[in-house]
T-cell receptor
């Protein structure tokens, strides 16, 4: 079945540690996205990538980093510079063409800083 | 910048009641319009979409019509069920600088009671 997988589902981190969230898709989509969701808030864009080896900052990129070495994979690293990292993180992908580019979402990773 | 305003929740309805969730967006260009649904602990799923003025998106009994003159895309369902309890997000999609992005509203939590 085609889709987007995120791992792990739950992640716990000590303050001062970096942690990497995985996102893989087998939909052959060019574009991939990372969002952060906080309680009662909408989704805020962290980073996005339109093609391999290229990515752009979103609205809240500070304290995060990404890589896009393969079309299928777009891992997100939450660094110690992110002051309030506890949140629900969602990865998405879409076709890269003009028009109604709906995004397909993974199941999410809930990160908790202890 | 681009923005979207959704009716604030939470919304609590009895089963078989009529549902309306209001959504308005800023008219920058000519966006495609999406409604996504999020069930507890999960990622977002596309519920319906519309790509041009007067288009009606529909799925699972939900409907929304692209109203260019009022820059609105209100979600409606004639008879809600307990299984419709979820958070609903309105999201216009905008093209710019070689990328296509969605702007998400803050979400409206719907609870349907038997």
């Amino acid at each position: 079945d085609g889709g987007i997988t995120q791992s792990p589902k739950y992640l716990f981190r000590k303050e001062g540690q970096n942690v990497t969230l995985s996102c893989e898709q087998n939909l052959n989509h060019d574009a991939m996205y990372w969002y952060r969701q906080d309680p009662g808030q909408g989704l805020r864009l962290i980073y996005y990538s339109q093609i391999v080896n290229d990515f752009q900052k979103g609205d809240i990129a500070e304290g995060y980093s990404v890589s896009r070495e393969k079309k299928e994979s777009f891992p997100l690293t939450v660094t110690s510079a992110q002051k309030n990292p506890t949140a629900f993180y969602l990865c998405a992908s879409s076709m890269r063409r003009s028009g109604s580019n709906e995004q397909f979402f993974g199941p999410g990773t809930r990160l908790t800083v202890l | 910048g681009d923005s979207v305003t959704q009716m604030e929740g939470p919304v609590t309805l009895s089963e078989e009641a009529f549902l309306t969730i209001n959504c308005t967006y800023t008219a920058t260009g000519y966006p495609s319009l999406f409604w996504y649904v999020q069930y507890p602990g999960e990622g977002l799923q596309l519920l319906l979409k519309a790509t041009k003025a007067d288009d009606k998106g529909s799925n699972k009994g939900f409907e929304a019509t692209y109203r260019k003159e009022t820059t609105s895309f209100h979600l409606e369902k004639g008879s809600v069920q307990v299984s419709d309890s979820a958070v609903y997000f309105c999201a216009p999609g905008y093209s710019g600088a070689g990328s296509y992005q969605l702007t998400f509203g803050k979400g409206t939590k719907l609870s349907v009671i038997p």
